[in-house]
């Protein structure tokens, strides 16, 4: 496969992109939604599709008002395509490779998974694998499930994965956000329409889109919060600080409820989000051992 990118391909950096270019628009179902995915115009998209055709000398997608649809040669090609990004990221890491390093990992997490939960995991790679040099992101359930499509993530652990063939999906823990207070008497406790339980100093904390959704249906006149904040752990820190309220989850909040500098928000929705690990089934079967042993006794600590 190597010799296949390096020498019949042409350009390593120019094939790659075309690969990723031609699995995004594969993903979307669109060259419209292709463009934004990998930042790039649709003229762009359209080239580098057009490329690809040539180059195979088939047509690779049916093209139509309505989106984009593999051809039986495109359906062909789809395997190489994300074989041959895997090959590149897979050399690209172990070139860059560290004396004392074995093999190294690019892990993947919704941006709310990272305090409590994945950070501790972290550490305990750490302390378990000191040999694996990993690299880590964030990002929404869609971007981290896109990229392990395109063989740049060997891990994704989120909330709303997608079913895809040759993955494997394991259930981790369910999540549960709460909303909680800094103020001597919630808001909640004193009753009255929905968006009232939250207060006046209220925070609104972005945990993706699944709650964006469960948000605005349970609080629908709350159009534009007073505070708004990306970091659930700038969150915390305000709240710790500042008499407020905010949506944060339950596994955050062991210490600041028992020792009374946080209270629940008497009759407020509480939102449950099932967390995932989310990996491909042909990857290295001794680090995956490795890193689903450590997530599974992490979450099994923070379900606890």
Avoid at 10 to 24: C, E, K, N, S, Y
Avoid at 56 to 67: D, I, T
Avoid at 210 to 239: A, C, R, W
Avoid at 263 to 273: D, G, I, N, S, T
């Amino acid at each position: 496969m190597a010799n296949f990118i390096l020498v019949a391909w042409g350009t390593p950096v120019l094939d790659i992109d075309l690969a990723r270019t031609f699995l995004a628009v594969v993903d979307s179902g669109s060259f419209v939604e292709a463009a934004k995915r990998v930042y790039v115009t649709q003229s762009t998209v359209s080239t580098r599709i057009r490329t690809l055709e040539d180059r195979l000398g088939k047509p690779l997608f049916e093209r139509s008002k309505a989106g984009a649809v593999l051809t039986p040669a495109g359906a062909q090609f789809h395997k190489h395509a994300v074989a041959m990004i895997r090959v590149w990221e897979q050399a690209r890491l172990e070139v860059s490779l560290p004396p004392g390093y074995q093999a190294a990992l690019t892990v993947g997490g919704q941006y709310s998974l990272w305090d409590g939960f994945l950070l501790d995991w972290l550490a305990r790679m750490r302390a378990k694998a000191p040999e694996v040099a990993i690299r880590t992101l964030s990002g929404i359930s869609s971007a981290l499930m896109q990229r392990l499509v395109e063989g740049t993530l060997d891990f994704g652990v989120m909330y709303t994965p997608q079913g895809r063939p040759g993955f494997e999906v394991e259930l981790l823990f369910e999540e549960e956000l709460v909303l909680v207070s800094s103020e001597p008497r919630p808001a909640g406790a004193q009753g009255g329409k929905p968006g009232s339980r939250l207060g006046r100093n209220y925070i609104y904390i972005d945990w993706g889109p699944e709650f964006q959704v469960d948000h605005s249906l349970n609080f629908p006149d709350i159009v534009t919060p007073g505070l708004y904040m990306e970091l659930g752990s700038l969150g915390l820190k305000y709240l710790l600080q500042n008499r407020a309220s905010a949506y944060l989850p339950r596994r955050l909040l062991t210490a600041p409820l028992v020792e009374g500098h946080l209270k629940l928000v008497p009759q407020a929705p509480v939102f449950h989000y099932p967390a995932y690990v989310v990996y491909p089934a042909a990857g290295d079967p001794e680090v995956t051992d490795l890193v689903l042993k450590a997530l599974r006794s992490v979450a099994k600590q923070t379900a606890s």
